[in-house]
């Protein structure tokens, strides 16, 4: 049967259940949100007293940051109710979401009452994080126990993109099919499907591995600090590490875990064998649970240092006294430091001798024995082990990719060499000759299928273009900072490959070269787009510096107007230009995707024009492309000088779009040229489809002539509220130096009065007003303390 979700039942308001209605809000579902009534209210109570949890975990959610809204109007989508009252309207709906208290008699009892107000079909899924999901559709009916099954999600629903999928024997087939493909596509989340075993596998893997490393800081003697660093960043890991997660998740609820893992797989030796210290418990007894109670592995203070920072103390796991804490100092950190790609780094630091190399090496062998035990009893395959703890627990790569990075063989021998045991599969694996479980070939990613002992295409990633499954054979033309793909059917694909995907003068040639290439030859168009974490942090400052503090100002003048030379190529290409982007999209990259033919976005896209921070305005085109946005949103009898407040305001306060949806009220994207898509690992994918969209009929633009600005009288409008800004605190005096400039370009400078000017004309006065601000000392300033602490200053 085709289905359709348009409308979800929450049953449940509690931190989790607020966070998926939100999401759920975010794309586009009506959502009935349903929690208790409160102790001591009558039946006959106004309904905001009857829903009051209800509504302040609402209002709670409205205030948090992270935002679990695109947008705050999205709350609207929420309906908030209660059990009492409102349980029967989930009749209407398509979705019913369990979300309440992990207890199962609780929720067998709430379900006995779904199951007799719910219209045959509907879904009905738990996102219980430890209870096995046959247990609670025991005693329901047939329709119930088919239409039945666990949905786990992560928090934050919003940002953490694991949906673990755990269907029971008695679940339909089609309803597992339908929501892997509905969690991926239209929730944006990386769908799991996992087997009902205890933890499911994101936990099962996430929390036994930091549970090993808890043992092992003790055994090497190590302190919190360091281990936090090592296991961070050097490793692909977040910067939380390891105590600093646990802290984040709750030193309760990983007890709970780990107990109930002892406890319910009772066949699981590695996890048997793993003994929580006596630090550890030390914490979880004295209710030093972590952030919740704002004192676990770290305890903060709520004082402030003599430089105004926060004073966060450490666990001295000998003492057991939290203390200041001493940078670490470890040798493996410094090489970590000095090796940007990640898989020669994990590799540098396993290697390492010293006691940081020896955890990461001990608690990865420990790692790769127990994903090797655990298949296929929790999954049947290998990728959806990665796939969990790459989208749960953010790693940059997971377990069995890790171990690809050692190799089959080495890492399986130095594993037993530690005393762990290495499943049959994987032994058998490396008598056949192979020593990796994945490949590429044909441009598609491949997994190691222990079952046909032989390699094949993961499933559902047909339409996630990987750009690594193209560079072998697929590859037109590079530079030490871009690569040029032939990404099938006549498009090309341009991917950066700089430090971070900063622009610099490789970038811009670059993309004009794989322009040129694009129009030259038999190509239908081009995609610039990546699949790194952010699609690009901005400008190269380095070399923006350089010039700046040698005052070379004919080579700035030169590495601006090439800068905006490259944005005006990808408007004016004779050939479809799309845009594909995620993450942080900065500054030129900004730039980039406004003048692009069209963007396709992921909706965790954080887009803004942040040069602001540096002491600097757009220089790239986004000044002037902020002048003629307005330009074209000005309509008779329209006094024009609100809509250019708004645009200056954006530029002025390095206003950034915290979502897709978001950078449309920023005016980053435009309604009907640029869209999202809720998967980010869809973007290119979906970026080719709009080339070739774009391609049957396609004109190239012109140069623009007709740029309504607003001269002199806007200008002093814009001075007006540069200053309300300053008497608001929110900006210093080289802030307002700073808006005036921009003020300038956008106003179309010292102009009499209003009338219209070409798009060069704008782009001359924004490098004009770009390379004087790079002759200011607080510039200079600003430039140098970014490069040096990565943070901007206010001066």
């Known amino acids: 049967m085709s289905r359709k979700i348009s409308k979800v039942a929450v049953l449940g308001s509690g931190v989790m259940g607020t966070g998926i209605a939100c999401h759920l809000a975010n794309v586009g579902m009506k959502v009935l949100m349903l929690d208790i009534v409160p102790k001591g209210v009558d039946k006959d109570a106004p309904a905001a007293q009857r829903n009051a949890i209800g509504n302040g975990a609402l209002k709670a959610a409205l205030k948090a940051k992270p935002a679990p809204l695109y947008v705050k109007r999205y709350a609207s989508r929420i309906t908030v109710g209660n059990f009492d009252d409102d349980l029967d309207k989930i009749a209407d709906c398509d979705w019913i979401i369990e979300v309440i208290i992990e207890r199962l008699d609780i929720k067998q009892s709430l379900f006995e009452k779904v199951d007799a107000i719910r219209k045959p079909g509907t879904i009905v899924s738990s996102n219980t994080s430890g209870i096995p999901i046959h247990m609670m559709a025991e005693g329901r009916s047939e329709d119930f126990r088919k239409h039945f099954l666990g949905t786990h999600f992560f928090n934050p629903p919003r940002y953490l993109r694991l949906l673990e999928i755990i269907p029971t024997a008695d679940t339909d087939q089609g309803v597992v099919d339908f929501l892997m493909n509905f969690g991926s596509v239209v929730l944006g989340k990386q769908t799991v499907l996992c087997k009902d075993t205890p933890g499911f596998i994101a936990n099962r893997i996430g929390v036994y591995g930091m549970a090993k490393i808890l043992e092992l800081t003790e055994e090497l003697g190590m302190t919190i600090s360091e281990v936090d660093k090592i296991t961070g960043p050097p490793v692909g890991r977040p910067k939380t590490g390891t105590f600093r997660l646990a802290d984040l998740v709750g030193n309760d609820v990983i007890d709970k875990v780990m107990k109930g893992l002892k406890q319910n797989a009772p066949h699981d030796k590695m996890v048997a064998d793993v003994k929580m210290p006596e630090y550890f418990n030390y914490l979880v007894e004295n209710n030093f649970l972590g952030d919740k109670t704002k004192k676990g592995f770290y305890h903060k203070t709520g004082q402030r240092d003599e430089k105004g920072r926060s004073i966060i103390l450490g666990l001295n796991l000998e003492t057991k006294e939290h203390e200041a804490t001493a940078r670490p100092d470890l040798p493996s950190l410094k090489l970590a430091k000095q090796i940007d790609d990640l898989k020669n780094r994990f590799k540098a630091v396993f290697n390492s001798e010293d006691k940081g190399g020896a955890l990461v090496r001990k608690s990865s062998l420990a790692l790769f024995a127990y994903v090797s035990q655990r298949v296929p009893e929790i999954s049947d395959h290998i990728y959806p082990v990665d796939d969990a703890l790459k989208a749960g627990f953010a790693w940059d ?17 130095l594993a037993k060499a530690e005393g762990y045991e290495i499943s049959d599969w994987v032994e058998k694996m490396i008598a056949n000759g192979h020593n990796a479980f994945y490949k590429m070939e044909g441009g598609k990613r491949l997994y190691y299928n222990q079952d046909s002992e032989s390699y094949e295409v993961i ?41 971070m995907n900063s622009i610099g003068e490789g970038v811009l040639r670059g993309v004009q070269q794989a322009i040129q290439i694009t129009e030259d030859g038999d190509w239908t168009g081009l995609v610039i787009g990546n699949n790194g974490k952010n699609f690009s942090v901005g400008a190269n400052l380095m070399l923006i510096g350089m010039m700046a503090f040698q005052q ?22 004779s050939k479809p230009v799309v845009v594909a982007t995620q993450g942080y999209v900065f500054g030129g990259g900004c730039e980039t995707l406004m003048h692009c033919d069209a963007a396709v976005v992921g909706a965790e896209s954080y887009i803004g024009l942040v040069e602001v921070g540096v002491g600097l305005i757009p220089g790239g085109g986004g000044t002037k492309e902020f002048a003629l946005r307005a ?32 950078a449309y009220d920023k005016g980053y994207l435009i309604e009907g040229r640029d869209r999202i898509v809720t998967n980010a690992s869809l973007n290119i994918y979906e970026a080719k489809k709009e080339v070739l969209h774009l391609a049957s009929g396609y004109v190239a633009p012109v140069m623009r002539e007709d740029i309504t600005v607003l001269g002199r009288g806007g200008m002093a409008a814009l001075y007006a509220a540069a200053h309300s800004l300053k008497l608001g605190k929110y900006a210093s005096e080289h802030d307002i130096k700073i808006a005036q400039k921009i003020a300038y370009v956008l106003c179309g400078g010292d102009l009499t009065g209003e009338q219209k000017v070409s798009e060069q004309y704008l782009l001359d006065i924004e490098r004009e007003a770009f390379i004087s601000l790079c002759g200011e000392q607080k510039t200079l300033e600003r430039i140098q303390h970014m490069l040096e602490k990565n943070k901007p200053l206010r001066n």
């Open 397 to 413: 790569l997971g377990p069995f990719e890790y171990w690809d990075v050692i190799g089959v063989k080495e890492g399986a021998e």
């Open 459 to 499: 499933p559902g990633s047909e339409e996630a273009i990987v750009l690594d499954a193209y560079r072998a054979t697929s590859v037109v033309f590079s530079n030490d900072e871009v690569s040029l793909h032939d990404i099938g059917d006549g498009v090309l694909c341009l991917e950066f490959t700089s430090k």
């Open 552 to 573: 070379q100002w004919d080579q700035l003048n030169m590495a601006v107007k090439l800068f905006q030379d490259t944005t005006m190529k990808c408007r004016y290409s």
């Open 631 to 662: 330009s074209d949103s000005y309509f008779d009898g329209d006094v024009k000088i609100p809509t250019l407040i708004d645009k200056f305001r954006t530029i002025a306060m390095a206003a950034v779009a915290t979502s897709g949806t978001e």
